[in-house]
């Protein structure tokens, strides 16, 4: 008796993942994404330049990257000019959407891909692929009633032209994000929220660091809050840590103070264990950030980016939950702050799931 074994031809498809270059937030919570990608043995092949591209090499470097230019948003050092210095630039924006579409054409011939998945980078949609569009921010935060109107239009106008949005965040009561995430108002095309995203895992480790500082964020805003955050460190008698945020930079920064210890950029194991390690954590209030110290439960002093409206939303947000407590970076009084953090009262945060994105990435099969 003979038994014939066909050869069954399994297909995998292939998927482009792009993160916006403003800041690391959006590289890094692509990670879990592009994670669950590779576990369910997709093909995948990322788009970036720059600190992200140096980023998503440390963590994935069997992966090819794509290079793929940036909206290179440049960002004033004075919070009441950070709205007029975004709409200045709002053509260079536009044309960077226009230019990085066209180039998407190119790379779905060259590559095959069968997918695009993009993290607040307009352009990357074509009607001959499965295109999604990631954002938490569906409604953004303008600081003004009537703009935040007319730029929430513009925001729906340019998703809908993907055929699904993935939103990183809970839905309402359990979101993180607020009215950002849930909106009075929805976009037309279909909505998954695929919950909190990071690359951390909760663990169990002895607190033996007195104070965390990450920094992260575009210039010149990260290099001035290092400054001022060295000057009020070296004040300090205990054992201290600060990350700044520069993946790809090889110079060392030394202040001279065996106290306080620098690196310029961290491995997401290593990351992770130092804030798990840490008895105070100050950060931005990025969400991306937010995310991941949620996910370790770990509480934290937030300075939001002065003039970024989204982040000082997200601030006081989480802070009104008693999950964190927010700061401003002018006036900020490290003493001060850390006396607030000692205050803060132990509140549940939201205790994250991934099954969400898991059925997405199934789905996509």
């Known amino acids: 008796m003979s038994t014939t074994i066909k050869n069954i031809n399994i297909t995998r498809k292939t998927v482009l993942v792009a993160p916006l270059d403003w800041g690391l937030g959006h590289t890094t919570r692509c990670i879990p994404i592009i994670q669950a990608l590779l576990n369910q043995n997709f093909i995948v092949f990322i788009a970036a330049v720059g600190k992200s591209a140096n980023l998503l090499n440390k963590e994935f470097p069997n992966i090819t990257i794509l290079s793929l230019k940036g909206y290179n948003i440049l960002y004033a050092k004075k919070k009441a000019l950070f709205n007029a210095k975004i709409i200045f630039q709002v053509p260079k924006i536009l044309r960077a959407i226009k230019q990085e579409n066209k180039w998407l054409k190119h790379i779905i011939k060259v590559y095959k891909i069968d997918i695009v998945i993009s993290d607040n980078r307009y352009g990357l949609y074509n009607a001959g692929i499965k295109s999604i569009f990631i954002t938490h921010q569906l409604a953004i935060e303008t600081g003004n009633i009537f703009t935040n109107q007319f730029v929430q239009k513009l925001n729906y106008k340019l998703i809908d032209k993907f055929d699904a949005c993935w939103i990183p965040d809970e839905k309402a009561p359990n979101d993180l994000a607020g009215k950002l995430s849930n909106p009075k108002k929805f976009p037309a095309i279909p909505l998954n929220y695929i919950g909190i995203l990071s690359r951390f895992k909760k663990e169990v480790r002895?607190?033996?660091?007195?104070?965390?500082?990450?920094?992260s964020g575009p210039e010149p805003q990260r290099t001035i809050l290092e400054k001022l955050m060295l000057e009020?460190?070296?004040?300090?008698?205990?054992?201290?840590?600060?990350?700044?945020?520069?993946?790809?930079?090889?110079?060392?920064?030394?202040?001279g103070n065996k106290a306080i210890n620098i690196y310029n950029h961290l491995p997401a194991e290593e990351l992770s264990i130092i804030i798990q390690s840490s008895k105070i954590v100050i950060a931005r209030s990025g969400y991306s950030t937010v995310m991941d110290l949620v996910a370790l439960q770990q509480k934290a002093i937030l300075i939001p980016t002065p003039g970024q409206t989204e982040q000082e939303y997200l601030a006081k947000h989480v802070a009104e939950k008693k999950y964190f407590v927010a700061a401003k970076q002018s006036g900020f009084d490290l003493k001060k702050e850390i006396e607030n953090f000692e205050n803060l009262k132990e509140t549940s945060m939201i205790a994250p799931k991934n099954n969400n994105l898991q059925k997405a990435i199934i789905a996509l099969k």
């Open 206 to 215: 002895e607190k033996n660091i007195d104070l965390l500082v990450l920094l």
């Open 232 to 255: 009020q460190m070296n004040g300090l008698h205990c054992k201290m840590t600060l990350i700044r945020g520069l993946p790809g930079v090889k110079e060392k920064l030394d202040m």
